[in-house]
Nanobody, 114 residues
Framework: QVQLVESGGGLVQPGGSLTLSCAASGFTFRLWPMSWYRQAPGKERNWVAT????????DYANSVKGRFTISRDDAKNTLYLQMNGLKPDDTAVYYC???????WGQGTQVTVSS
């Protein structure tokens, strides 16, 4: 059974940092690109970042470039999103996604507010 389980969300002040994790199981995690998406209230789900198999070719949406870092630990079957310099506009539910397989996690809420 495939599972993607996100964690690490929460409430943070503007300018703060959070690290999201996504624990994967039920498929050969190390072989596939992995992505983060986010969905703000009342808005569509948008792509945030992708990292290739073996951690190559990370890519970012312009809105997060220079502030967020996507990474993976294939030994732990875990995807990460380090988020620095958080802004209120980053408030959203963040989802882990395996784009080649069509798998989604359940999401974790990130709220940036003073």
């Amino acid at each position: 059974q495939v599972q993607l389980v996100e964690s690490g969300g929460g409430l943070v002040q503007p300018g703060g940092s959070l690290t999201l994790s996504c624990a994967a199981s039920g498929f050969t995690f190390r072989l596939w690109p992995m992505s983060w998406y986010r969905q703000a209230p009342g808005k569509e789900r948008n792509w945030v970042a992708t990292v290739g198999a073996h951690g190559i070719l990370p890519d970012y949406a312009n809105s997060v470039k220079g502030r967020f870092t996507i990474s993976r630990d294939d030994a732990k079957n875990t995807l990460y999103l380090q988020m620095n310099g958080l802004k209120p506009d980053d408030t959203a539910v963040y989802y882990c996604h395996a784009p080649s397989k069509g798998y989604w996690g359940q999401g974790t809420q990130v709220t940036v507010s003073s």
